[in-house]
């Protein structure tokens, strides 16, 4: 059974940084797409960014590209997420999730993790 958990969310100032990991189990290194989503109160949850286990395949939203990266060790099973230059629209509820190749859903998700960026 697939387990995701994540960690690293916190408070920070806008123009801070946080790491955010998600360390998996059940999982396979392989064939497999991670991602990391967020979710604000009353909006829908948001694609950031996906890898492959091997990061051969990293793609990210516009709303985070240049500020969020996105990789993957696949020898800790372990997804993180570097955040830079947050903004306080960036505060959400941060979620890891898995797929494998050709779905169209994730089907693996994490419990969330709290990101607050006061202004």
């Known amino acids: 059974q697939a387990q995701l958990v994540e960690s690293g969310g916190g408070l920070v100032q806008a123009g801070g940084s946080l790491r955010l990991s998600c360390a998996t189990s059940g999982i396979p290194a392989s064939h497999h797409f991670m991602a990391w989503f967020r979710q604000t109160s009353g909006k829908e949850r948001e694609f950031l960014a996906h890898?492959?286990?091997?990061?051969?395949?990293?793609y990210y939203a516009d709303s985070v590209k240049g500020r969020f990266t996105i990789s993957a060790d696949s020898a800790k099973k372990t997804i993180y997420l570097q955040m830079n230059s947050l903004k306080p629209e960036d505060t959400a509820v941060y979620y890891c999730?898995?797929?494998?190749?050709?779905?169209?859903?994730?089907?693996?998700w994490g419990q969330g993790t709290q990101v607050t960026v006061s202004s």
């Open positions: 890898t492959t286990w091997d990061g051969f395949s990293i």
């Open positions: 999730a898995g797929k494998i190749f050709g779905s169209t859903q994730y089907n693996y």
